[in-house]
């Protein structure tokens, strides 16, 4: 573990009907300490001018993915996950140490 982070590992995954996914905070030997379903519509034609943007500077398309990006946050980071994030911000704050959240 990196001596100036703790590490919250944030896994995203879809169900087999892929109209829900699952988000999840699991510990370093892969167990899942919280869980969260939720429902988020992923649009191909966003998913699209986001492949075109990467490593580009596309501003056409840079409010339509940070829009994205917004709502995918505020979705993701709701419930079981939200309330894990804010006591891992309180311990880490508490040790003097950032956040590194790892998305998988």
């Keep these: 573990m990196n001596t100036t982070f703790v590490d919250l590992n944030l896994h995203i995954n879809t169900t087999p009907t892929k109209e829900t996914l699952v988000a ?5 030997n892969g ?3 919280v869980e969260n379903n ?3 519509r992923v649009d191909p034609y966003i998913l699209s001018r ?3 943007s990467v490593g580009k500077d596309i501003p056409e398309n840079s409010k339509l993915i940070r829009n994205f990006g917004s709502g995918l946050f505020n979705a993701l980071f709701s419930g079981e996950i939200l309330g894990y994030y804010e006591s891992w911000f309180e311990f880490s704050f508490s040790i003097s140490k950032d ?3 790892s998305c998988h």
Excluded: G, R, W
Excluded at 24 to 28: G, R
């Design 31 to 33: 167990n899942i300490l």
């Design 24 to 28: 999840s905070v699991k510990d370093d």
């Design 38 to 40: 939720f429902q988020y």
């Design 99 to 101: 956040i590194h959240v």
């Design 50 to 52: 986001l492949e075109d």
